[in-house]
């Protein structure tokens, strides 16, 4: 039985045609709903390809890379291959769908977000009482543009120092390089939590040992957290971005010892707080310090591209030097929704 994918012509031009990744062309060109009901069912354009060359990626018996470069049609398939790895490596280990309330797709580097400014008397739920007038909310858009950045990493190698590797060895450093950008990512966003998006949209810091935060303690403690939960209404303190050494000291509390607590991260590999809080621990914080947000209204990520790679440097096995970049920015939405903590000792 012959399939369209078999006899499709594959061109570079495909990649970046009319706003569109190769993937998306791809697809179009051969849409999977047309392999329902046949064994090919639950592949994407992109994998059916790989069968068509006879390509393995993963395993044991992964080819070479030598491999995607036996026809110009195949050769042309290098660049989605290693955008899809490097986009693995960038997801496997991010923290960021953790901390973000919506992702927002936009092409270009400045971007403008929406934002609503109640004052204390519109945050209260008032009774509506017969002709009264009804409490407003108003959106608007920020006064100062979101700037968003490139971040990520030049691959250095000639084709033919990596002509013989297998692909699956391949992929662990396309990962790595996926898991750096990530990393990247991560830092822009904790920045934008700490200090704003440059709309005067700064956390409010709270410095355990300074009232109201268990005044005169300066160490962590249980009491601290608990002042510091209680900062959040009328949000809720659902999410806590650690350091390391923050993480460590609230390990060795009574309350973080409860049996439960370990017996749920011991099930699921999920920390949480006595407080309900996800605790997230990441290197990219700063020492002696805690950022609480309520992630369902705090940060808004704005996604000017996927993960793209210099294809013509890669489909022409010039690859010396070809750059694997991503662009990402941060908004915050909601100012009150995110705050920090600092312990000083």
Known sequence: MSYHFENLK??????????????????EL???E???????????????????????????????????????DSAV???EFVSRVVRQGLEEESVLPAITATVTRFDGMDYRSIASVPTEAQKKLRRVEEGAEIPQTTIRTQENLVRLHKRGRMLVAS??????????????????????????????????????DGNQNPAQVFTAGTAP???????????????????FDPYTMNTMLVSSDMMLAM????????????????????????????LLRTSAMPAGTIIGLDKN???????????????????????????ITSISGFAKLFTDAAKVLTVTE
């Not at 268990?214 to 957290?225: I, V």
């Open 297 to 323: 209204y705090a940060l808004e990520q704005i996604c000017g591209s996927e993960i793209t790679v210099e294809y013509d440097k890669l489909i022409d096995r010039q690859l010396e030097r070809a750059a």
């Open 159 to 196: 084709y033919e120092a990596i002509r013989f590797q297998r692909l699956d060895l391949f992929s662990v450093t396309l990962r790595q390089i996926g898991a750096y950008i990530g990393r990247m990512h991560l830092e822009d966003a904790i920045g934008v939590l700490r200090n704003g």
């Open 213 to 231: 935060i268990t005044k005169g303690t300066k160490t962590m403690s249980y009491g601290a957290l608990l002042d510091f939960w209680s900062q």
């Open 30 to 32: 051969d849409p999977s």
């Open 10 to 27: 594959l061109e570079k031009g495909m990649y970046g045609r009319g706003g569109r990744t190769f993937a998306q062309t791809l697809e």
């Open 251 to 278: 390990l060795k509390l009574a309350e973080f010892q409860n049996p439960l607590t370990g017996l749920n991260f011991q099930g699921t590999g999920t920390l949480t707080s006595p407080l309900g809080a996800k």
């Open 77 to 79: 398939l290098f660049p």
């Open 34 to 72: 047309q392999y329902r009901g046949t064994a090919l069912e639950g592949l994407d354009a992109f994998q059916r390809q790989l069968k068509r060359f006879d390509i393995h990626v993963k395993g044991a018996g992964s080819d070479r890379v030598e491999k995607f470069f036996h026809t110009s």
